[in-house]
T-cell receptor
Framework: EADIYQTPRYLVIGTGKKITLECSQT?????MYWYQQDPGMELHLIHYSYGVNSTEKGDLSSESTVSRIRTEHFPLTLESARPSHTSQYLC???????????FGQGTRLTVV | AQSVSQHNHHVILSEAASLELGCNYS??????LFWYVQYPGQHLQLLLK??????LVKGIKGFEAEFIKSKFSFNLRKPSVQWSDTAEYFC?????????FGAGTRLTVKP
């Protein structure tokens, strides 16, 4: 059973607010990912990390930023939320060398 | 970067019907292939995976998938679906160190 946690599960926030979505894993995985998923749509990779102090942008242009100061923690920050950021955000982790990813429950974000 | 295509957006079947969901990817090198399932209100879970060896892989809950390298395909199959298989199914490819997903196929199984 994977141990990867995302908080909050649901968030409704006003336009212009700064928010941080938390993601933590207790499996010691080096690789971590953030995906954005709209209902009925594919998962878009927005950020990933190979390990501490490593962050990379994914395929989908995103106005969010990430940090990786500790192995277990990979928070995603939106400096100024907009309605177009309304979506579900999924965090995942895995070991390097192309192994599977383990997913958290997701954070459903609504910006009003 | 690699891409993943899932041909069916929504599949509706009756219980006991056979299932095949298509998945094609575009990447010429070595890939690892996955099928994930997302039940309503739950997180994504691994259904099965292919790394190397026998191209026919078996996963949980009676699912299997066949890797056909010449067709760049990794189709998911189940001989007889159950109502509890109602979920969203995602094909994924991991090459060059990052994971890419298809658009997903929603499966609805009618009792």
């Amino acid at each position: 059973e994977a141990d990867i946690y995302q908080t909050p599960r649901y968030l409704v926030i006003g336009t212009g607010k700064k928010i941080t979505l938390e993601c933590s894993q207790t499996m010691g995985h080096d690789k971590m990912y953030w995906y954005q998923q709209d209902p009925g749509m594919e998962l878009h990779l927005i950020h990933y990390s190979y390990g501490v102090n490593s962050t990379e942008k994914g395929d989908l242009s995103s106005e969010s930023t990430v940090s990786r100061i500790r192995t277990e923690h990979f928070p995603l920050t939106l400096e100024s939320a907009r309605p177009s950021h309304t979506s579900q955000y999924l965090c995942a982790s895995g070991q390097p060398l192309n192994t599977e990813a383990f997913f958290g429950q997701g954070t459903r974000l609504t910006v009003v | 970067a690699q891409s993943v295509s899932q041909h069916n957006h929504h599949v509706i079947l009756s219980e006991a019907a056979s299932l095949e969901l298509g998945c094609n990817y575009s990447y010429g090198g070595t890939v690892n292939l996955f099928w994930y399932v997302q039940y309503p209100g739950q997180h994504l879970q691994l259904l099965l995976k292919y790394f190397s060896g026998d191209p026919l892989v078996k996963g949980i809950k009676g699912f299997e998938a066949e890797f056909i390298k010449s067709k760049f395909s990794f189709n998911l199959r189940k001989p007889s679906v159950q109502w509890s298989d109602t979920a969203e199914y995602f094909c994924a490819v991991n090459a060059q160190g990052d994971m890419r997903f298809g658009a997903g196929t929603r499966l609805t199984v009618k009792p």
